[in-house]
C-alpha cells in the first residue's frame, strides 16, 4: 500500500466521527501524491506524514458562565496546537454552536499549511467554542470570553501561540479577551491578534482577509488572460471576510450582486451597499432582511441560493462546505470563469473536482483567504518592535504577500506537472517549507 493510502486509512481509523478533519487530510494528501511517491522512503521513515496529521496538543476545557438571568452555562472549549516546526501556533477562535473537536482539527490542519504559504514564520493552532454569541449581551459575551480566557491563559504566549478571530470572533470578542488576559497574567505583550487599534491592533487587520482575497483573485485572473474590472462577482456570507471581499472588489471595478447569512440571501443588481451591509451587519447585528428593508434595488431570499444567480466570479466567505456539487454546475452552467475560497473549505470535494474538470480556475481558502493571518503576522512584528505601521504600509505588504502566494502555488504546480492546478499547487508549496523543518529539527 502507498504511504498515503495507509496515512489515510490510519486517519479515518483514528478520527471517527470528525468528517471535515478526514476530508481536509484527503484533498491535501490525494493531491501530494506525486511529492510524496519522489521522496516516500525519507518520509516514512521519520514518520512525516503520521505527525503532520496529529497535532501537537489538543487541549479540552470546560467553560462555564452566568447568563443576565442568573442561569449558569457551560460550554466546550478548545485549542489545538497542531504544527510549530516554522514558528509559534498561529491561527483563529472560532464562537459557533457547530464546533467541536473534528472541526477544530480540519481548521488546523489547514492553518498549518496556509501559515507557511504566507512565507512568514508561523506554526499553526485553532481553537474556539460551541457558545453561540447570537442573541447575547455585551455582558454575557464578556463574562463567556473571561471564562475562556481563565483556562486559555497558560496555554498560550507571544512566542508559543497567538490566537485571533475566526467566525463569532471578532474585535468585541478579542478585546474582552485580550483584556482579561493582561488582568491575570499582568502581561502587556502580543499574545492575540486582531487587537483594537488602541491597544496594539494592526491597521488593516480588520480588512486584510476580504481585502486579500481580492488582490490574489485579480492575480489568478490577470496570469490567465482576464481582468476584475467589470466583472460580477457572487459572494456568499456577510461577515469580516465578506464584507471586506465586497468593499475591495467594488473597489477595484467589479459589481457583487449577492451576499448571505445562516438563515437567508441578498440578491443586489445594482451592487450591494457596503455601507449599508456594515450598518446591518457590525453595528446593529441584524439579519439581512433589515438590509433589504434599506435598499429598493434588493430582494431578500430565505435559505440557500447564491450560487444560482449568473455570475463570473464565485466567493465563498460563509463556512466550510457551504458549495455544494450542484451548486457548482449551475455557477458552470452559467458561466463562471473563477472561484477563489475566502472561507475555509467552503467548497466540497466533488465541486472542487467538477469545477477543476470544466476549466474554472480554482484557488484553495489556505491560499486565497490567508491574507488574514498573514496581517495577524504583521500585527505580531509590530508589537514586537513596539511601533505601529501605516494603513498604507500594511496593505502594500499584504498585497505584495498575496502576489507572491499566487506565484508559488502556480510554480509548484508546474514544476509537478499539474499546471493550473492551484489545490495542488498550495499543498506542494504549504506543505515542502514545513516537511523541511521537520526533517531538519529530528523526531519531537
Ligand atoms: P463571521 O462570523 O464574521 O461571518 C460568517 C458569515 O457566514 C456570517 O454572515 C454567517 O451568518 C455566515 N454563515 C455562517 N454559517 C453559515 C451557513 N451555514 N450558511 C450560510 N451562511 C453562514 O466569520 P468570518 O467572516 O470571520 O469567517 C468566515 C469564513 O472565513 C470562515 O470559514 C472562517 O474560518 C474563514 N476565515 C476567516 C478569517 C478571518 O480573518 N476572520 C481568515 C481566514 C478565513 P450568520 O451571521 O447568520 O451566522
Ligand atoms: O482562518 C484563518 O486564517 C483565521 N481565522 C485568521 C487567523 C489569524 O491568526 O489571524
Not at 291 to 310: D, F, I, L, M, Q
Request: hydrophobic share 35%.
Amino acid at each position: 500500500m502507498s504511504y498515503v493510502d495507509e496515512i489515510l486509512e490510519r486517519v479515518a481509523k483514528e478520527n471517527p466521527g470528525q468528517p471535515e478533519f478526514l476530508q481536509a487530510v484527503t484533498e491535501v494528501l490525494e493531491s501530494l501524491r506525486p511529492v510524496i511517491s519522489r521522496n516516500e522512503d525519507l518520509y516514512r521513515r521519520d514518520a512525516i506524514l503520521e505527525r503532520l496529521t496529529t497535532p501537537e496538543r489538543s487541549i479540552l476545557f470546560r467553560v462555564p458562565w452566568i447568563d443576565d438571568s442568573g442561569k449558569v452555562h457551560v460550554n466546550n472549549g478548545y485549542r489545538v496546537q497542531f504544527n510549530s516546526a516554522i514558528g509559534p501556533y498561529k491561527g483563529g477562535l472560532r464562537f459557533h454552536p457547530s464546533v467541536n473537536l473534528g472541526v477544530i482539527k480540519f481548521l488546523g490542519f489547514e492553518q498549518v499549511l496556509k501559515n507557511s504559504l504566507t512565507g512568514l514564520p508561523i506554526g499553526g493552532g485553532k481553537g474556539g467554542s460551541d457558545f453561540d454569541p447570537k442573541g447575547k449581551s455585551d455582558r454575557e459575551v464578556m463574562a463567556f470570553c473571561q471564562s475562556f480566557m481563565t483556562e486559555l491563559y497558560r496555554h498560550i504566549g507571544p512566542d508559543t501561540d497567538v490566537p485571533a478571530g475566526d467566525s463569532g470572533v471578532g474585535g468585541r470578542e478579542i478585546g474582552y479577551l485580550y483584556g482579561y488576559y493582561q488582568r491575570i497574567c499582568n502581561r502587556y505583550e502580543g499574545v492575540l491578534t486582531g487587537k483594537g487599534l488602541t491597544f496594539g491592533g494592526s491597521k488593516a487587520r480588520t480588512e486584510a482577509t476580504g481585502y486579500g482575497l481580492l488582490y490574489l483573485t485579480e492575480e489568478m485572473l490577470r496570469c490567465n488572460g482576464h481582468t476584475l474590472s467589470g466583472k460580477t462577482i457572487a459572494v456568499s456570507g456577510a461577515g469580516n471576510v465578506a464584507t471586506y471581499a465586497i468593499e475591495k472588489a467594488e473597489q477595484l471595478g467589479a459589481k457583487v450582486v449577492t451576499c448571505s447569512d445562516s438563515t437567508g440571501w441578498i440578491y443586489d443588481p445594482e451592487g450591494i451597499d457596503v455601507a449599508l451591509l456594515k450598518d446591518v451587519k457590525e453595528v446593529r447585528r441584524a439579519r439581512l432582511t433589515e438590509y433589504a428593508k434599506a435598499r429598493p434595488s434588493a430582494v431578500y431570499h430565505e435559505g440557500r441560493g447564491v450560487w444560482t444567480v449568473k455570475c463570473d466570479i464565485a466567493l465563498p466567505c460563509a463556512t466550510q462546505n457551504e458549495l455544494h456539487l450542484e451548486d457548482a454546475q449551475a455557477l458552470v452552467a452559467n458561466g463562471v470563469i473563477a472561484v477563489a475560497e475566502g472561507a475555509n473549505m467552503p467548497t466540497t470535494l466533488d465541486a472542487t473536482k467538477y469545477f477543476q474538470d470544466h476549466n474554472v480556475l480554482f484557488c484553495p481558502g489556505k491560499a486565497s483567504n490567508a491574507g488574514g493571518v498573514a496581517t495577524s503576522a504583521l500585527e505580531m512584528s509590530q508589537n514586537s518592535e513596539r511601533l505601529s505601521w501605516t494603513f498604507e504600509e500594511v496593505d502594500a505588504k499584504l498585497k505584495g504577500i498575496m502576489v507572491n502566494i499566487f506565484h508559488n502555488l502556480d510554480d509548484a504546480a508546474k514544476e509537478y506537472g499539474m499546471a493550473g492546478n492551484y489545490v495542488a499547487g498550495a499543498n506542494i508549496a504549504g506543505f515542502l517549507k514545513v516537511v523541511n523543518a521537520m526533517l531538519a529539527q529530528g523526531i519531537v
